[in-house]
T-cell receptor, first 113, second 119 residues
Framework: AQSVTQLGSHVSVSEGALVLLRCNYS??????LFWYVQYPNQGLQLLLK??????LVKGINGFEAEFKKSETSFHLTKPSAHMSDAAEYFC???????????FGAGTRLFVKA | GAVVSQHPSWVICKSGTSVKIECRSL??????MFWYRQFPKQSLMLMAT?????????EQGVEKDKFLINHASLTLSTLTVTSAHPEDSSFYIC???????????????FGPGTRLTVL
C-alpha cells in the first residue's frame, strides 16, 4: 500500500527566507511523486513531479524537490519565499500504471512580510 | 498543457434535490477520470475512478447510489449527487488522466473544483 506523510500542517516563513516542506512516502514499488499547490477555492496546480529520471526535480515558481530513496523523502524547497507562495501544498504518490494517486494531508504555507 | 474544466464552479441547492457536476477534458481524450472530495482545510479524498464506457469504481465507504458517475465520452464525466443533504456540502474536484496504457506515466490534470452547498 502507498501512503504519504507531510510533516507539519502549517509552516510559517518570512519573505525571502528558505521554504522547506517535508514529505515522506511509503511505496512497495517505484513511485511517482508529485507536489501540487492549491490556492483558496481553486483546483490543484502541479508544481513538479518525479518520474524516475533525475532525483533533483525543478518545478515552476522556483520550487524544487529531491527524491531520496534511502530516506523515502521528497521534500519541497524554495530558496527565497515570496508573498504569493502562501497557499496549501500537497505531496502525492502514485506508481507506474497505477490509477490511484494518494495525497498527503497538506501543508499550509504562511509567508510573513 | 492539458486543461480540465468543471461546471458549475459553485452550486447551492435545497436538501433533497439532485445536483450534477460536469468534468471535461478540453484538449485531450481521457479514458480515465477521477472524482475527489475535499472538506475544508483537509486533503483530497478519492471518491471514484471513472473509465469511459464502463462502470465507475468506487472507493470504500462511498455510496455509489448516492454519487452517480457517468463517463459517456472520452472528454466528459459527470458526478450526480442524488438527494443531497447538508453533509454532502463540500468541494468536489475532478481530474483526468493523460495516457491510456497501464505502464504509461499517468499524470493527472485537475479541474478547478465545484463548491457544493446544500441548505
Amino acid at each position: 500500500a502507498q501512503s504519504v506523510t507531510q510533516l507539519g500542517s502549517h509552516v510559517s516563513v518570512s519573505e525571502g527566507a528558505l521554504v522547506l516542506l517535508r514529505c515522506n512516502y511509503s511505496s512497495s514499488v517505484p513511485p511517482y511523486l508529485f507536489w501540487y499547490v492549491q490556492y483558496p477555492n481553486q483546483g490543484l496546480q502541479l508544481l513538479l513531479k518525479y518520474t524516475s529520471a533525475a532525483t533533483l526535480v525543478k518545478g515552476i515558481n522556483g520550487f524544487e524537490a529531491e527524491f531520496k530513496k534511502s530516506e523515502t523523502s521528497f521534500h519541497l524547497t524554495k530558496p527565497s519565499a515570496h508573498m504569493s507562495d502562501a497557499a496549501e501544498y500537497f505531496c502525492a504518490v502514485t506508481h507506474t500504471g497505477g490509477f490511484k494517486t494518494i495525497f498527503g494531508a497538506g501543508t499550509r504555507l504562511f509567508v510573513k512580510a | 498543457g492539458a486543461v480540465v474544466s468543471q461546471h458549475p464552479s459553485w452550486v447551492i441547492c435545497k436538501s433533497g434535490t439532485s445536483v450534477k457536476i460536469e468534468c471535461r477534458s478540453l484538449d485531450f481524450q481521457a479514458t480515465t477520470m477521477f472524482w475527489y472530495r475535499q472538506f475544508p482545510k483537509q486533503s483530497l479524498m478519492l471518491m471514484a475512478t471513472s473509465n469511459e464506457g464502463s462502470k465507475a469504481t468506487y472507493e470504500q465507504g462511498v455510496e455509489k447510489d448516492k454519487f452517480l458517475i457517468n463517463h459517456a465520452s472520452l472528454t466528459l464525466s459527470t458526478l450526480t449527487v442524488t438527494s443531497a443533504h447538508p453533509e454532502d456540502s463540500s468541494f468536489y474536484i475532478c481530474s483526468a488522466r493523460l495516457g491510456t496504457g497501464l505502464s504509461s506515466y499517468n499524470e493527472q490534470f485537475f479541474g478547478p473544483g465545484t463548491r457544493l452547498t446544500v441548505l
